[in-house]
DNA sequence: CAGAATATTTGCGGGACACGCAAGCTTTGG
DNA sequence: CCAAAGCTTGCGTGTCCCGCAAATATTCTG
C-alpha cells in the first residue's frame, strides 16, 4: 500500500472517530461538519469527499466492525457453519476489539450514555441500520460461497445474513437497554444459538 | 374520530402517496417537496408538519404496511404463535392489500423499474429500514404480550420480531432482485418456515 | 348559537448541509 | 526531474429542515 493510500485511510478513520466522540460528547445536533474536519484536520469540503453525510461518518465505525464479520466468516472455511459464525461474531465484539485507545475518555459512565442518546438519534438509527445492511450483503456472499450455493437464485445465504445481523442489532439494542448492562458477548452467543436452533416457543 | 383526525389522515396518506408516486416517476432527487406538497394540496411547510423529510414520507408506506403485521398478531392471541405470525405477515403482503387504486399506473413494468430504483436510493433504504425496526418494535411487544414475557428483560420476543421482520426485508429484496420476479408471498412463507424450524444447513 | 379555547396551516427567514466546479498542491512513476 | 494522475480546498448554489408568529379552521362550552 502506497503513502496514498495510507493517508487517506488514516483520513477516513480520523474523521469517522472525530464525528463519534464529537457527537457523543455534545449531541448530534451540537457537532457542525465544520467542527468535524478541524478535529480531523481537514478542510470542510474534503468531508464529503470521504462521507456523504454527517450520518454517515459516524456510522462507519459499525460499519466497519460488521463487515470484518465476513472478513473473519472467509478466513475459517472449514468448520461448521454457525460455529464459524458465532465466532467470528463473537471476535469483533471483544471488550477491547474497537476501543483500543481511540476512545480517550475520562468517564466510562458518561461516555455510556452519551452513545445511548446518540443511537436513540432518528438520523443515525436509519444509516447504521444501512451499515447493517451493507455488511448483510457481504455476510450473505460470504455463506453463498461457503455453503456452494447461488445469492441470486438462493435464499438461504441471505436468510442466514440477515438471521446474524438480526442478532447483533438487538444484542447490542438490549445491551443499550439494560441497567446494569448485560454483556453483548452473552447477547450475542444466546441470540444466535437460539437462531441457529429455531424460534420455537421455549 | 372527529373531522380533524381524519383530515390529517388524508394529508398523511395524500402526502406520502405522492411522494412514492413522484419518486418512482422521476427518481428520488428530481422531486422537490414542494412538488410533493402541491401534489397533496398543501403547503410546502406543511409538508415538514408531517414528515420531518421526503425520505420519511415515502418510507411511510413501508411503515404503515409493516405496522400491520402487529395489529393483525393482536387481533389473533389463541393460534400457535408462527402460524399467527406467517399469516399475519401475508395478510399485509397479498396482492391488493395495498395498491387499491392508489399507485394510478399505466404501465406495471415501468413502475416496476421505478420501484427497483427507488428502493436502491441510499437515503431511502436507510428511512425503510428505520421504518422496518419501528415496527419491529411493535412486534416485539405484541409478541411478548402473547407470550407473557417482559420485554425489558427477555431477549425472546425481540429476537422473534427481528427475525420476522428480517424475512420481510429478505423475501422483498429477493422478489426485486429476481427475473422474473418470484412472488413475495411464496418468499415469505418460505423464510419464515425456515426461521421458526431454524437455520440449520439444508 | 356565539364566542372562547385549542389546533392546524402558512409565510418568512435563518442555519446547515451536500455537492459541482475549477484552481492549486502532492504523490506517483517513468 | 518532469509530466500525469489524484487529492484537497474555496467558492457558489440549490435544497432542506425547522423555529416563530400570524392567520385560519375546528372543537368546546355555556
Redesign the pocket.
Known amino acids: 500500500m502506497?503513502?496514498?493510500?495510507?493517508?487517506?485511510a488514516q483520513?477516513h478513520a480520523a474523521l469517522s472517530w472525530a464525528a463519534v466522540r464529537l457527537t457523543v460528547e455534545r449531541g448530534f445536533?451540537k457537532?457542525?461538519?465544520?467542527d468535524i474536519?478541524e478535529a480531523a484536520?481537514?478542510?470542510?469540503?474534503?468531508?464529503?469527499?470521504?462521507?456523504?453525510?454527517?450520518?454517515?461518518a459516524i456510522a462507519f465505525r459499525h460499519l466497519d466492525r460488521c463487515l470484518r464479520i465476513a472478513e473473519a466468516l472467509r478466513e475459517r472455511p472449514g468448520e461448521p457453519l454457525w460455529e464459524a459464525i458465532t465466532d467470528s461474531v463473537l471476535r469483533q465484539f471483544a471488550p477491547d476489539a474497537e476501543a483500543v485507545a481511540h476512545p480517550p475518555v475520562a468517564d466510562a459512565a458518561q461516555w455510556a450514555e452519551g452513545v445511548r442518546v446518540m443511537v436513540a438519534e432518528p438520523a443515525l438509527r436509519g444509516e447504521m441500520l444501512r451499515a447493517g445492511a451493507t455488511a448483510e450483503a457481504e455476510i450473505a456472499a460470504a455463506v453463498a460461497e461457503r455453503t456452494g450455493s447461488d445469492p441470486q437464485q438462493d435464499l438461504y445465504p441471505h436468510l442466514v445474513a440477515s438471521a446474524v445481523m438480526g442478532a447483533v442489532n438487538t444484542a447490542i439494542a438490549h445491551h443499550l437497554r439494560t441497567d446494569p448492562a448485560v454483556p453483548v458477548s452473552r447477547l450475542l452467543t444466546d441470540a444466535l444459538a437460539r437462531i441457529a436452533a429455531g424460534l420455537a416457543t421455549p
Open positions: 502506497g503513502l496514498r493510500e495510507r493517508k487517506k483520513t445536533d457537532v457542525k461538519v465544520e474536519a484536520g481537514v478542510s470542510p469540503r474534503t468531508f464529503n469527499n470521504y462521507f456523504s453525510s454527517k450520518a454517515e
